[in-house]
Every structure is written in C-alpha cells, then in structure tokens.
C-alpha cells in the first residue's frame, strides 16, 4: 500500500512539474505570437505606403505614345 501511495505521490508530482512547464510554455508562444502579429501589421502597414508611393509615381509618368 505504501509503495502504492509513493507511486502516486510521484506521478502527481510528476505530472505538477509537466503542466506548469506547459502553462509557461504557452505564456511565451502567446507572448511570441503577439509581438509577431504586431510585426506583421507594422511590415503590412508599410508595404501599403509603398505600394501607395509607387502607384502615385506611375500616375505621374507621362504616357507614352504609340508608334
């Protein structure tokens, strides 16, 4: 009985350790994924300007005219 109760001590410890090395675990990949969404929005953002900037520079090239 007693080698029961230690068996069961260990794997509730066991399994104590897995689930708080889990939970921290997903704190940094949801950390991790905030700051890429972030990053992704500030570079989408940006590819926007310049896409702006480039359509505004074609607008304002002369056309050219057919030969």
Known sequence: ???ELKQLEENAHRLL??????RDEHRTL???STALEAD???LR?????AI???EALI???PEQEES
């Open 17 to 22: 350790a897995e689930y708080q090395q889990l």
């Open 30 to 32: 949801v950390e991790r």
């Open 40 to 42: 992704n929005r500030r």
């Open 45 to 49: 953002d940006k590819l926007n300007q």
């Open 59 to 61: 607008a304002r090239l």
């Open 1 to 3: 009985m007693d080698s």
């Open 52 to 54: 702006a900037r480039v």
